[in-house]
């Protein structure tokens, strides 16, 4: 069913399998209204689809289905949610970038750092982490309270293709190219400028990368340009 354009109605005096047209942006200010409460800074958390489909209307009635989530950063080694599967995917168009001055987990306003955003184009490698049903909403809370901070990503749904050839419905958090955190074309300098002094929260920029790296090198994911910016960073004994 195409949620973006269609909601059912049990209230509807025509035939019964006529359905209410609803407004897309009434039914994603909606979906804001009951999540902004929970997010610091006043922020709404940015909420889009995919295929149409609004993957947000989950929050408003009970989880039937198992939630999938795919990780390409820090979700790979510190999910910090309960799952039931891990297993490599790949998502396609969108690639692995760092590309988000992060001003909270890794960085501060003053200091931003550096983290990695899904940025349009190409295909990113990762890890499918299955969340059982009645899990759902509770991982959905906790997602945006961690990457929606100030709204610099944009939770969305994708197919993914599992290494053991299944496709599934994943929801993933993909960079907003609006939002004056997003950032693109910096150099090899400015990379290893921002990462080598960002603290935040959630620790030291240098060990973020490195973890993610470690893992990305576990599932034998090659990225010339993160390979040269832990060579620095181990250069320079950070």
Known sequence: RDWSSDVCSSDLT????????????????????????RFRHGKKPRLATRSGRLYELTMMQ?????????GYGSLMWSPGFEWIERIPAV???????????SVHHRGTPERPGLVLGL??????????????????????????EREQVTSVYVETTHRLR????????????????RHSQFVRGLSHE???????????VSGRNPDYVR????????LGINDPKLTKLITALDHAGL
């Not at 009970?62 to 795919?70: G, H, I, R, S, Y």
């Open 14 to 37: 025509g035939p019964p399998h006529l359905c209410l047209m609803v407004n897309h942006a009434k039914i994603l200010n909606e979906c804001h209204a009951i999540t902004s409460k």
């Open 62 to 70: 009970e989880a039937k289905a198992d939630l999938w989530v795919f």
């Open 91 to 101: 998502l396609s168009g969108y690639h692995r970038a760092l590309c988000i001055l």
């Open 119 to 144: 940025d349009k184009g190409g295909s990113c490698r990762g890890l499918a982490f299955r969340v059982a049903a009645d899990r759902a909403n509770a991982t959905l809370h906790y997602l945006r």
């Open 162 to 177: 599992l290494s053991d050839g299944r496709v599934v419905e994943a929801i993933a958090y993909t960079a907003d190219r």
């Open 190 to 200: 400015d990379l290893l400028e921002r990462v080598s002094h960002g603290v935040g």
């Open 211 to 218: 973890a993610t790296h470690a893992e990305m090198n576990k």
